[in-house]
Every structure is written in C-alpha cells, then in structure tokens.
C-alpha cells in the first residue's frame, strides 16, 4: 500500500497556501488541464488564465493573477474592454500540457451560428464574482456557445483513470444538451457508447434519460449517448437536486469503476452521489478519446447553458481524501456574488422611457406596434397611444433578481423580452425561459451616454436599434443586426422619465 500525504491548507493573502493542483499533485493524480477564469489554480503559477478579444478592432489582452496564485486581475479586462464590449476567446490551460480550451468548431449534431460554423464565445462580462472580496469574471455559456481543444497532450484515453471537477453556478442551467466539462471525442462527432467522460451539470436532455431526486439540476455525467446519474441509465434517487449557487463538481472514473460527488462551494464537505461499476451497453471498458471540451456535448449538442468558474481534469483516479482537501480549498477562495448591473441605476417600480443616442436619431426612443419592439419619434405632442407604447415600468429581473425587467405600460403583464435575438412584448407564461428572455442587466453606455442593457441570458447582445426595430446584437457576428459600423451609439440609450 502506497501512502500519500495530501497538502495541508493555509490561509494567505492571495487565497491558500496550495492550490487545487497542488493538492491532486501531492496525492498522486496530478493535473494534465487546468482551466480557470477566476484564479490560479497552482500556487506558484503567475502565467495566463485567458484571453479577452476586443469588439471594437479585434484587439486581444490576456488577463492574469494579480499575484502568483491569486485571483485574476479584474481590472485588466475592465480597462481593456471600457468603451467597447469583449469575449473571452481563450481559456489557458495552467498544467503545463498546453490544453487551451478554444472556439468550438461545428460537430455532429450542430454547427454554431458564427462563420464556418463555429459556436458563440461567452461574453467578458457575463459571470462577474468576488474572490475574497476581488472581482473576478466567469464563463458565461449561452445556447449556441461553447469551448474545445481536439488535439490534446496527457489527457485519458481507452479505460485510462482520470479526475475532474469544476465549480459552476448552480442557478444558471436548462433542460438542454449538453453543458459539460470534461473528455470528449477527437472528432466532435458521436463516435459511440463510452467515447466520453464529462461533467453534466443541468436538468437534463429532455429524454427522460438521466435524472435524479427531486427536479433538478443534478450533477451527472455524459457517457456519450447518455446522461448517467448512476450506474442505472434512467435514475438514480440517491444523486440529489443541487441548490447552491455555488456548486462544486465532481466526475472521476476507472476500470469499471467511477463516482460522482459534489457540494456547495462555499462551505461544508462533499457528498457521494454514486460510486460503483460501469453502466452496461458499451460503457465497461470505456473508449474516452482524450478532447476536453465545455458547455457543449461530445458532437458539440450545443442547446445548454451554465456557468463556469474553474476546472481541472486529472492523470489517475484521485482518492476521496484528495477531493476533500480541494473542497477545502475552494472553500478557502471565498466564492461570493457581486453586482451584475453597474452605470446610472434604475429604479424598480419607476416608469422610464428610453431615448436613442445615435446621432441623426436622438429623437426616437423604444416603443412597440402590437408585439413588436421598434423605435420611433416621440415627443411631448405625441397622441397618448403612442407616449404609451414607448413607456415601460421597471421591475425587479424575472429570470435573474439582480438584474430588471421591463413591463409595458400600456398592456400590463408583458414585458420586453428576446424571441431568435428580436425584442418583443409578450405576456408573462410564468415560464423559466421567459423570465430569463426577458431579464437585462443595465451598464454605463457603451457610448458614454445613458446606459447600454445587456441580455442577462446573452451577455454578449445588448439591446440595439437596427432597421427602425431593436435586436439583442453583439459587436460583429453572423446576423446583419451585428454589423460593427455604429455599434457602440445603436446600443446606448438615454434613460428618461416616462412620457405615460
């Protein structure tokens, strides 16, 4: 029997004296990918945790720590992307093996809506968070997003051991395959049963197929034609509902052998949801093919959404007392919420009108004919019909209580919410997409003037005027509501006090 000493934690400054991988280093399984937003995951390591590309001329910034093996430096990515908006275009991979998570390119299942099929990168903006009370940026994954590196170097492959864990926001999912982070095919094509081994974090694939207790979100793994809270292939009663906002993750397998555990981020120990043999049906001996992908499905299925704050995949299968000392250690890193909303605040309960800042068009404001969002010239002589349907009462965000949602005025019970990335006034359905299309998290204007609202559920688009009709549009893309010329005045509006 080989005994291994796990790492002692220690509080410091920076955040703990041995960082995630550290800690599976010193017990024997150590990191052949480490992916983080948030942090340094070793504490020695000062390098690159990601990339950023600037809208406004493509420029690119890589944000690090602010000290080696502290939390990323926030106000990089705030003063490079002021004025203008960012995606995240890397995520570094701090092992060492150069496993950069990447673009997604088409599979498969899907092709994703950008040129030669590639997904949607997550907005910079998205998932902020406090770090021991430093704000730090998430990864923010809509539908139609997603991350990948085919070519990888250490990765697990055939029956191989290996161990992930990731900490996702554990209020951010949907009924969608697939939001996962973990190994995946080489080919972004489903290659058969066993061909993956990745964290799911959501409610599942509408299949009926892997569930858990309750309604969900469970933690589960993707298997490859299948979501496997346990060794059943339907369900498994003892792999709970999760609801903490922050979760940690946890997937590691074996020779016919493999586990799921998970907790709250921020305080108390781990739970084991299973722990047992290998599904049958071709799971047993498994054929993992070594890619790592997130937010996405092995054959890039790519209608889930998630957050996404760190993660490791690892050479071995990690013991239980290695798993718990990094428990402690996020737990030690403090994960808390900050503000989504930031720039002159609105004030829920308040009736506002919203007044273009493009110049040549500063005298139409957002209204609506029947469903339909557009802009148009209002003023004080206006018929009230019309001072009406360009009047909307904040409230509190349906989707999301940080953020707003805007009612209309004169058809109580609709809101302003996005339908294929156009704005609309719908009724309330009480829905949880609904609440979420119509939730937006209003920021200083990207112009300078008034505020620009960004989709809480695309933090890439922001409300824009286009055509006389107004979009959730990001900053170049494949749609013509895209297009850069004037971007940053079509997203920017003046706040006023309502006309009705």
């Not at 920076?14 to 599976?24: F, N, R």
């Not at 910034?61 to 990089?76: E, F, M, Q």
């Not at 949907?174 to 049963?193: K, M």
């Not at 805007?406 to 609904?434: C, Q, W």
Request: net charge negative.
């Amino acid at each position: 029997m080989v005994s291994r000493t796990v790492l002692t934690l220690t509080a410091t400054a920076s955040l703990v004296a041995a960082g995630p991988c550290d800690i599976y280093s010193s017990g024997g399984t150590p990191c052949v990918a480490a992916h983080s937003t948030t942090r340094a995951l070793y504490d020695g390591y000062s390098g690159s945790l990601y990339q950023v590309l600037r809208g406004s001329d493509n420029a690119t910034a890589d944000i690090k720590p602010l000290s080696a093996g502290g939390v990323a430096n926030a106000a990089t990515q705030d003063n490079f992307c002021s004025g203008s908006t960012c995606l995240i275009s890397i995520i570094y991979d701090q092992s060492g093996h150069g496993n950069h998570l990447t673009q997604a390119p088409p599979g498969g299942a899907a092709s994703g809506p950008n040129s030669n099929g590639y997904d949607f990168l997550a907005g910079a903006l998205g998932a902020p968070v406090n770090l021991n009370g430093k704000k730090a940026y998430g990864v923010f994954i809509s539908p139609s997003s997603g991350y990948r590196n085919d070519k990888t170097t250490g990765v697990a492959t055939g029956d191989a051991a290996e161990g992930m864990y990731a900490v996702f926001d554990g209020t951010h999912y949907n009924t969608g395959c697939c939001f996962d982070y973990g190994n995946a095919e080489t080919s972004a094509t489903d290659t058969g049963n066993g061909h993956m081994e990745a964290i799911y974090f959501g409610t599942g694939d509408g299949s009926g197929r892997g569930t858990g207790s309750g309604s969900g979100p469970w933690i589960m793994a993707d298997l490859e034609n299948g979501l496997f809270s346990g060794v059943d292939p339907i369900t498994n009663t003892a792999d709970s509902s999760i609801s903490y906002r922050f979760v940690t993750a946890i997937v590691k397998g074996e020779p016919n052998q493999w586990a799921i555990r998970g907790g709250d981020a921020t305080t108390g120990s781990l739970s084991t949801y299973f722990n047992g043999a290998r599904p049958a049906n071709g799971y047993n001996p498994m054929s993992k093919e070594g890619a790592i992908l997130l937010g996405i499905g092995g054959d890039n299925s790519n209608h889930a959404q998630g957050t996404f704050y760190e993660g490791v995949m690892t050479s071995g299968y990690p013991s239980d007392a290695t798993e718990n000392a990094v428990q402690a250690n996020i737990i030690a890193a403090k994960y808390t919420t900050t503000s989504l909303m930031s720039g002159p605040s609105l004030t829920v309960g308040s009736r506002v009108s919203l007044r273009v800042t493009t110049p040549g068009y500063t005298e139409r404001y957002i209204a609506h004919t029947g469903a339909t969002v557009n802009t148009q010239v209002v003023t004080s002589t206006s018929d009230s019909a019309l001072k009406q349907q360009a009047s909307f009462t904040v409230r509190t965000g349906l989707g999301n209580s940080a953020c707003l949602s805007f009612e209309s005025v004169d058809t109580p019970g609709s809101f302003i919410r996005h339908s294929n990335y156009e704005l609309m006034i719908n009724a309330n359905d009480g829905s949880k997409l609904f609440g979420e299309d119509a939730t937006f998290c209003p920021q200083g204007g990207i112009n300078g003037q008034g505020n620009s609202f960004r989709s809480w559920s695309y933090p890439a688009r922001y409300f824009r005027h286009y055509n006389g009709l107004v979009y959730i549009a990001g900053n170049s893309g494949p749609f013509a509501f895209d297009n850069p010329a004037v971007y940053n005045d079509d997203v920017s509006f003046v706040v006023t006090s309502s006309f009705a």
